[in-house]
């Protein structure tokens, strides 16, 4: 059964770098059949998606994040990375890394808050 | 890129069915047949519901479909019951290979 782990710190002071991995377990990132990907949810608000990377490492990014947005991916250890530069406390959101077959998104992590905040 | 619009809530009695509808553009609903759904239940990760329009994962019971029709898509739920009460979500993949999700309806069960 694959599953996917966000991890990461929880707290993150405005204007620096929010970093999180995302662990596959149970199947391959190095799989040509898929894409991964992040979406985030503030609360109480909705999803928004915000990038997906392939295991060759083309990136797809949202282009109102795009500017501040890096994901890569290590197929060595089965992982794959979001950078968030310069966020604000607009930023604070529940984040979720996802496999993407072709279009949709399948399974989910179980999501990580990140608070931004002095 | 805009969010697809959906109701804020629909509300539905128990064996009712309900239908709730994502409207999106020419970009992106109404150019792909790439249109997702996923319920999703207070303080859980999203459950993909329907895919590519109107396809079924493995486990997910025939009470739900989906269809679109132009621009808009719709999930509807037959046989309510009082475990569909969540949150619903539309996604889509856009002309920009990027996706766009909807903005979300609460489903209540009367």
């Known amino acids: 059964q694959l599953q996917l782990q966000e991890s990461g710190p929880g707290l993150v002071r405005p204007s620096e770098t929010l970093s999180l991995t995302c662990t596959v377990s149970?199947?391959?990132?190095?799989?040509?059949?898929?894409?991964w990907g992040w979406i985030r949810q503030p609360p109480g608000k909705g999803l928004e998606w915000i990038g997906t990377v392939y295991y060759s490492g083309s990136t797809y990014y949202n282009p109102s994040l795009k500017s501040r947005v890096t994901i890569s991916v290590d197929t060595s250890k089965n992982q794959f990375s979001l950078k968030l530069s310069s966020v604000t406390a607009a930023d604070t959101a529940v984040y979720y890394c996802?496999?993407?077959?072709?279009?949709?998104?399948?399974?989910w992590g179980q999501g990580t808050l990140v608070t931004v905040s002095s | 890129q805009s969010a697809l619009t959906q109701p804020a809530s629909v509300s539905g009695s128990p064996g009712q069915s309900i239908t709730i509808s994502c409207t999106g553009t020419s970009s992106d609903v109404g150019n792909y047949d790439y249109v997702s759904w996923y319920q999703q239940h207070p303080g859980k990760a999203p459950k993909l519901m329907i895919y590519?329009?109107?396809n079924r994962p493995s486990g997910v019971s025939n009470r739900f479909s989906g269809s679109k029709a132009g621009n808009t898509a719709s999930l509807t739920i037959s046989g309510l019951q009082a475990e569909d009460e969540a949150d619903y979500y539309c996604?889509?993949?856009?002309?920009?290979?990027?996706?766009?999700f909807g903005t979300g309806t609460k489903v209540t069960v009367l």
């Open positions: 590519d329009v109107s």
């Open positions: 996802a496999r993407v077959p072709s279009g949709f998104f399948d399974y």
């Open positions: 996604s889509s993949y856009t002309s920009s290979i990027t996706y766009v």
């Open positions: 149970g199947g391959s990132i190095s799989s040509s059949t898929y894409f």
